[in-house]
């Protein structure tokens, strides 16, 4: 039996989601590897990079087909836009994961250090702007799209912060500069997957309202 | 007069011809303002995003429209689909930018040290990627966009490579940590840079041969 065009819209949303999950299940694994220097989880991280990125490729061409064959307006064509880039989005936030997962490598080979930078609540702000953007993703929520952008400076704000205190600790015991700069670059992959989020958010207020709120534009 | 279908495809295209020119023309200027410890110039790449990222909205919006209103099918729809991703991918490089800019401001506090990553070199091999990666897209040329791929991994290893000099950099003279640090985003940046016109590339490969090669698929 062929699925209506809204059934297939449910189904790419349904398909969206379950990436999501996946998503956001290797950068927890990514940020508690690294927390804890895990060699399996974050090898368990850089494996499911695979999966995440065949989904990428499956949601893009039933969005593409949707697009060619159903030539969808107003809502559903932004809908399926929508879907589109959340979906690069995504793929880019399992990115980031391989990113910190590969790190915990480096930070086993050096002699172990108090963290001066607090990573897993850097982590965890970002990762809480993930689930509501993907929340009102699947909700159609707007309003509460828009509640995440705010949540964006906070992330920018330890981010900075992170680097003040990385380069004092380096100025202080030199002999910790490669784990420092590790953990700067993780703080900045973190950063990174708090600005998706942002992206996420942006592009259901687009959907429901058909704003194009980037840049702080209203049209 | 009304344009046709086809003359609103050749506007839209020489619409992002212009912005990847504004693009270009800001990094090349961050990694002078960068080099030569330039305040005023730093002040013109900060000053053009918001050029950049109103042109980025009108192209998005007009690739909207003709989505909308003309319901392309095959080559066309994958070229509308191609320029809102190049689109993206565009203003990010002005992002990058502007991040480089920035980080001049940080430059200038600090005493003066010789460079021990050459910043200048690892740009130009990200900028000859990213123009002829829209040298493919203007003219079209699925090869010309394929030989931007292989460029990738040579920038990736000067990125490493500069990863471990500034980690001994600071090993061996400490109170430059800032600095390093500081050098050690902008290759990051720049990396980003090259990223993005492998995007690039592979956007071209798709509009012209309906392949997806993300993530090396053949599809």
Redesign the interface.
């Known amino acids: 039996m062929r699925l209506n065009f809204h059934q297939q819209l449910d189904a790419l949303k349904a398909q969206l989601m379950t990436m999501a999950h996946q998503v956001d299940r290797s950068f927890a694994d990514s940020i508690e590897a690294y927390r804890t220097a895990d060699l399996d989880l974050s090898q368990r991280v850089i494996g499911a990079e695979?999966q995440i990125?065949m989904m990428?490729?499956e949601i893009?061409?039933l969005a593409?087909d949707l697009?060619?064959l159903e030539?969808p307006?107003?809502i559903d064509?932004?809908f399926i836009?929508s879907i589109?880039?959340i979906n690069?989005d995504l793929e880019r936030v399992g990115d980031q994961s391989v990113s910190i997962a590969t790190r915990v490598h480096e930070l086993r080979s050096s002699r172990p250090f108090d963290f001066q930078v607090d990573i897993p609540l850097l982590a965890s702000h970002a990762r809480e702007m993930f689930t509501i953007a993907m929340r009102a993703f699947q909700e159609g929520d707007a309003e509460l799209a828009n509640s995440v952008l705010a949540l964006d400076d906070e992330v920018d704000t330890m981010n900075a912060d992170a680097?003040t205190s990385?380069?004092k600790l380096?100025?202080d015991q030199?002999?910790l500069?490669?784990q420092a700069?590790n953990m700067?670059?993780v703080a900045?992959n973190i950063e990174r997957v708090a600005d998706h989020a942002t992206n996420i958010a942006e592009d259901v207020i687009f959907w429901r309202r058909g704003d194009?709120i980037?840049?702080g534009?209203t049209?």
Chains 1, 2 share one sequence.
Request: proline fraction near 6%; charged fraction near 30%; glycine fraction near 2%.
């Open positions: 695979v990125n990428e490729r893009d061409r593409i697009l060619a030539q307006t107003a064509l932004r836009l589109m880039r690069s680097f990385l380069s380096i100025a030199p002999e500069a490669p700069m700067l670059i900045r194009d980037r840049h534009g049209h």
